[in-house]
């Protein structure tokens, strides 16, 4: 399974999304476009990201399309 996911997201980038990445939401319809979070886990199509700001930090998940790596 994670390996499936490995290989969706290479097909997007020359470099695949693991946790402990830095990515950028660029979803253009999301609240968190152009956020910048730590992947904290990958499943097959999808990706929970950290966003950690001062006081508050927050988990999404995101589709592996709408994210990046910085």
Do not use: C
């Not at 997007?12 to 319809?29: A, F, H, R």
């Amino acid at each position: 399974m994670f390996i499936n996911s490995i290989k969706t997201t290479m097909d997007n980038t020359s470099k695949p999304i693991l946790p402990g990445s830095i990515v950028k939401v660029k979803d253009e319809n999301s609240i968190y476009k152009g956020y910048k979070g730590f992947v904290q886990r990958v499943t097959r199509k999808k990706a929970a990201v950290l966003f950690e700001g001062g006081n508050w930090d927050k988990l999404i998940t995101f589709s592996l399309k709408h994210l990046e790596l910085v």
